[in-house]
């Protein structure tokens, strides 16, 4: 692992810093409001986009910070360790990165600026569907290319966000998968303007889950997207798709790593603080050591999330470290939660010690944005030579 710079160090501590001072005007209270109401939290994401955290990614020519993964990891870490639910926006940082590695120059001049300012918002990526699931290739919903259009049909299901966003990027067949040599040809890439679709061919219907993740599911019947909004080349797409996967592995594990400081910053303040039986249960090894395994746990997937990073940063393959972090990172704020739970017994459960709903939040990414399950079974197969299992 390569030593910080000065100068990363001072940009990194200033980061950090910054998002804290943020976060710290939307507190438990906000959150847990939100909660109840099942509401998006409109103020947090209009006041992290002024502040330029969203735009970290998007290169200073288009108006944004030009900064690194690392440094995007940390903006995101930062505001789970806060408390915060950085789930609300996220995708703003790594959708964007598919447009600005294959969306034509015009493409970019016309529509990153304007993400970058908080003009418009790119949160949703139309991926999965009731029927495939993770098989992407196989997925149903098509694009017909008729003139200077292509229309769509299909059916998308846990598009997050899709309320709250101004453009999507949808993949679509627009080859029948009976006419490509490999299943994996044939998708392509549409940027949609939902603003102009919602009514038009496009419905969202929003899906109520155990936590305040503004998810959907999208019905599409003939959906007119101009030919102009292809991103990149048709029949494409899959490996657009691919290109984009090792960033959002590794801002998802950041996320991961900022809950299980938080629920290990909250299980050792509440033990250190609760008395039963005459002294503190910090005191005993049964509330002690769960959560000195969960901090340690949090901290070793923290070291492979840094190294997956500075890989990506500098352009080297980093799919293997990329998988392992997120996979690490999920795990170990899982653990935290549950240790979180134990520690406060009853309180745990209470909504006005938040621990709840935290507990719900991170339980989402043991399976999203990829389950457990394909992480291992890439690992097996790409880094450990066994045969394909599925």
Same mark, same amino acid.
């Given at each position: 692992?390569?030593?910080?710079?000065?100068?990363?160090?001072?940009?990194?501590?200033?980061?950090?810093?910054?998002?804290?001072?943020?976060?710290?005007?939307?507190?438990?209270?906000?959150?847990?409001?939100?909660?109840?109401?099942?509401?998006?939290?409109?103020?947090?994401?209009?006041?992290?986009?002024?502040?330029?955290?969203?735009?970290?990614?998007?290169?200073?020519?288009?108006?944004?910070?030009?900064?690194?993964?690392?440094?995007?990891?940390?903006?995101?870490?930062?505001?789970?360790?806060?408390?915060?639910?950085?789930?609300?926006?996220?995708?703003?940082?790594?959708?964007?990165?598919?447009?600005?590695?294959?969306?034509?120059?015009?493409?970019?001049?016309?529509?990153?600026?304007?993400?970058?300012?908080?003009?418009?918002?790119?949160?949703?990526?139309?991926?999965?569907?009731?029927?495939?699931?993770?098989?992407?290739?196989?997925?149903?919903?098509?694009?017909?290319?008729?003139?200077?259009?292509?229309?769509? =049909?299909?059916?998308? +299901?846990? &598009?997050?966000?899709?309320?709250?966003? #101004?453009?999507?990027?949808? *993949?679509? %067949?627009? $080859?029948?998968?009976?006419?490509?040599?490999?299943?994996?040809?044939?998708?392509?890439?549409?940027?949609?303007?939902?603003?102009?679709?919602?009514?038009?061919?496009?419905?969202?219907?929003?899906?109520?889950?155990?936590?305040?993740?503004?998810?959907?599911?999208?019905?599409?019947?003939?959906?007119?997207?101009?030919?102009?909004?292809?991103?990149?080349?048709?029949?494409?797409?899959?490996?657009?798709?691919?290109?984009?996967? =090792?960033?959002?592995? +590794?801002? &998802?594990?950041?996320?991961?790593?900022? #809950?299980?400081?938080?629920? *290990?910053? %909250?299980? $050792?303040?509440?033990?250190?603080?609760?008395?039963?039986?005459?002294?503190?249960?910090?005191?005993?090894?049964?509330?002690?050591?769960?959560?000195?395994?969960?901090?340690?746990?949090?901290?070793?997937?923290?070291?492979?999330?840094?190294?997956?990073?500075?890989?990506?940063?500098?352009?080297?393959?980093?799919?293997?470290?990329?998988?392992?972090?997120?996979?690490?990172?999920?795990?170990?704020?899982?653990?935290?939660?549950?240790?979180?739970?134990?520690?406060?017994?009853?309180?745990?459960?209470?909504?006005?010690?938040?621990?709840?709903?935290?507990?719900?939040?991170?339980?989402?990414?043991?399976?999203?944005?990829?389950?457990?399950?394909?992480?291992?079974?890439?690992?097996?197969?790409?880094?450990?030579?066994?045969?394909?299992?599925?």
């Amino acid at each position: 692992m390569t030593e910080k710079l000065p100068e990363k160090a001072d940009l990194h501590d200033s980061l950090r810093k910054g998002v804290r001072e943020l976060c710290a005007r939307f507190p438990d209270p906000y959150w847990r409001e939100l909660d109840v109401e099942r509401a998006y939290p409109t103020a947090f994401v209009k006041t992290l986009t002024e502040a330029g955290y969203l735009s970290a990614l998007i290169p200073e020519e288009y108006g944004g910070s030009g900064l690194s993964i690392t440094e995007a990891a940390i903006i995101l870490e930062e505001i789970n360790r806060a408390g915060c639910n950085s789930g609300a926006c996220h995708a703003q940082m790594y959708i964007m990165g598919t447009l600005l590695r294959h969306g034509s120059r015009e493409q970019k001049q016309r529509y990153l600026p304007k993400i970058a300012d908080g003009e418009l918002r790119l949160q949703a990526f139309g991926v999965s569907e009731p029927t495939t699931g993770s098989d992407t290739t196989q997925l149903r919903t098509t694009a017909v290319r008729k003139g200077d259009k292509y229309v769509v =049909n299909g059916q998308k +299901i846990w &598009i997050s966000r899709a309320e709250h966003s #101004d453009l999507m990027l949808l *993949i679509a %067949r627009t $080859t029948p998968v009976e006419q490509v040599k490999k299943r994996s040809e044939g998708l392509s890439v549409l940027l949609v303007d939902m603003r102009e679709a919602v009514g038009r061919g496009l419905t969202i219907r929003p899906i109520r889950t155990m936590m305040n993740h503004a998810t959907t599911e999208l019905f599409i019947d003939d959906l007119e997207v101009p030919a102009e909004n292809l991103v990149g080349e048709e029949g494409k797409g899959f490996k657009y798709l691919l290109d984009g996967l =090792n960033a959002e592995r +590794i801002l &998802i594990a950041a996320e991961c790593i900022g #809950d299980g400081r938080w629920f *290990i910053e %909250r299980a $050792t303040r509440y033990a250190k603080e609760r008395i039963v039986f005459g002294r503190p249960i910090g005191q005993n090894q049964g509330i002690q050591f769960p959560i000195a395994k969960a901090y340690a746990h949090v901290e070793a997937a923290d070291l492979m999330r840094i190294r997956a990073a500075e890989l990506f940063d500098s352009g080297r393959p980093c799919g293997p470290e990329a998988n392992m972090a997120k996979m690490l990172a999920a795990d170990a704020s899982w653990e935290a939660a549950n240790v979180t739970v134990q520690t406060f017994g009853g309180f745990g459960f209470a909504e006005e010690y938040d621990v709840e709903r935290k507990f719900r939040e991170t339980r989402l990414y043991q399976v999203a944005p990829i389950s457990t399950n394909l992480i291992l079974s890439f690992i097996a197969e790409h880094v450990l030579g066994l045969p394909r299992s599925y």
